[in-house]
């Protein structure tokens, strides 16, 4: 099918993208990669008399590094190149591995970490990776820029912290975790995720576990009693001890009880909550792998 007839601007900068926004009164989409928006239009699920192509802003796709060793990525960072930037695999490598899950290459060549961000599809993987991170989403708008924590962002299934006349403009990531993890199922490659899990090892005193679920849920889900779960282990590790394979274990099935998934023509909710516990385990042992790999070298 065609889109329905809409108007197109070619932005050229945040402020001007940011007027086209407040002029069309909240009926104006912005244009990142296109990948998720024009399917939409297509299908005409999405009609928005008014595109906003941000495209064309200087700035939107740098990678910087922060001086306390964090990252800071403009919103029209491409999939592609965050799976590839040595700047990402070092400083947010579970970014960089959740990215290459994204799609096929033709869509992660395209498609912007702002726009998955904005876009807040349950079953996509950048929106819980960016939770488990502690990342902060930073929104411009006509009273000026704010930040919100990721985990306060996502509000359910395609649906966020923007307002209508916002964007967003850039993602915040503190310094590297201690370790991480991910573990997905997708029935085929480049098949949106049965479901996930990515596993952080947070700094701090004490070390804390941050534990996401993706495809489980109407947006990214934290597993709390996994978390506590591990909550000694943790601590333990962040002392120089390992996790035991048990611990990860019994990790996984408290997250299993921690969801409440859908059931739909792919997957039933009982094989969700399963694949959450086991994708859990997974995650956590590939954290632990890691680690131990790191600290021997
Ligand atoms: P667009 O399509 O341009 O925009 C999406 C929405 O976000 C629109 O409403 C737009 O107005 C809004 N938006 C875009 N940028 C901003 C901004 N800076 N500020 C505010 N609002 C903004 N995704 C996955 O996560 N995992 C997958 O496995 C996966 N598989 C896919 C398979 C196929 C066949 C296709 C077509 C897509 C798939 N995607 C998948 C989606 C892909 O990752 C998209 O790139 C992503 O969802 C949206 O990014 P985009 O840059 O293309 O955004």
Redesign the pocket.
């Given at each position: 099918m065609k889109p329905a007839p809409f108007r197109y601007l070619r932005a050229g900068s945040v402020a001007e993208a940011l007027s086209a926004l407040a002029a069309a009164g909240g009926e104006a989409?912005?244009?990142?990669?296109?990948?998720?928006?024009?399917?939409?239009m297509n299908f005409r699920v999405?009609r928005?008399p008014l595109?906003?192509d941000?495209n064309a802003i200087p700035g939107?796709d740098a990678i910087r590094p922060t001086d306390g060793g964090g990252l800071v990525l403009g919103?029209?960072v491409?999939?592609a190149a965050l799976a590839r930037a040595p700047l990402v695999a070092e400083r947010a490598p579970l970014l960089a591995e959740a990215a290459r899950?994204?799609?096929?290459r033709a869509?992660?060549n395209?498609?912007?970490?702002?726009?998955?961000?904005?876009?807040a599809?349950p079953?996509?993987?950048?929106?819980a990776v960016v939770v488990a991170l502690g990342a902060e989403p930073r929104?411009a708008g006509p009273g000026g820029e704010r930040g919100v924590a990721a985990d306060a962002f996502f509000r359910g299934p395609?649906l966020t912290a923007?307002d209508p006349e916002?964007?967003?403009?850039e993602l915040r990531l503190p310094a590297p975790a201690l370790a991480w993890g991910f573990a997905e199922l997708?029935r085929r490659p480049?098949?949106?995720?049965l479901a996930g899990v990515a596993a952080v090892l947070a700094r701090g005193t004490p070390p804390r576990a941050r534990l996401v679920a993706f495809g489980a849920g109407p947006r990214p889900l934290r597993l709390p009693s996994a978390e506590h779960v591990l909550g000694d282990a943790v601590e333990r590790v962040g002392a120089g001890g390992e996790l035991d394979v048990e611990t990860a274990r019994r990790a996984g099935a408290a997250a299993g009880a921690d969801v409440d998934p859908p059931s739909d023509v792919h997957a039933s909710a009982d094989y969700r909550r399963h694949l959450v516990a086991v994708l859990t385990e997974r995650a956590l042992l590939g954290a632990f792998d890691r680690l131990r790999a790191e600290r021997r070298s």
């Open positions: 989409r912005l244009l990142a990669g296109g990948q998720s928006l024009v399917p939409a999405a928005p595109l906003v941000i939107l919103a029209l491409r999939h899950h994204i799609g096929h869509i992660r395209r498609g912007t970490l702002g726009g998955s961000l904005a876009h599809d079953a996509a993987e950048l929106p929104l395609l923007l916002e964007m967003l403009v997708a480049g098949d949106y995720a």
